[in-house]
């Protein structure tokens, strides 16, 4: 079982920049491909960007070039670096694990298997 815990998360003006973390327990983080998520109010779960457990990274192409999402596999922690934040950006951000070893990074939800409880970006404009 792998627990994922969300901070970061703020209120911040359109242009601006925040940083989110996920906290991952257990051991075997370095195994999982992780993957960042949003919701925003009224819409789906929408993939935001993965990185599979050897480090290869893919984006949605509404982020591409302003979202970088990293993994620091010594601390247990998935990171997301948000540049250049518009308005649109405002959702609920879920970190989320896959158990599976895949060669490319899955983008849809039901792949997979441990959900952090997220937390709140606003973008004012």
């Known amino acids: 079982q792998v627990q994922l815990v969300e901070s970061g998360g703020g209120l911040v003006q359109a242009g601006g920049s925040l940083r989110l973390s996920c906290k991952a327990s257990?051991?075997?983080?370095?195994?999982?491909?992780m993957a960042w998520f949003r919701q925003g109010s009224g819409k789906g779960r929408e993939f935001v960007a993965g990185?599979?457990?050897?480090?290869?990274?893919y984006y949605s192409d509404s982020v591409k070039g302003r979202l970088t999402i990293s993994r620091d596999n010594g601390k247990n922690t998935l990171y997301l670096q948000m540049n250049s934040l518009k308005p649109e950006d405002t959702a609920v951000y879920y970190c989320?694990?896959?158990?599976?070893?895949?060669?490319?990074?899955?983008?849809?939800?039901?792949?997979?298997?441990?959900w952090g409880r997220g937390t709140q970006v606003t973008v004012s404009s």
């Open positions: 989320a694990a896959d158990r599976n070893t895949r060669v490319a990074v899955p983008t849809r939800a039901i792949q997979y298997d441990y």
């Open positions: 257990g051991r075997t983080f370095s195994m999982y491909g």
């Open positions: 990185v599979s457990g050897n480090g290869n990274t």
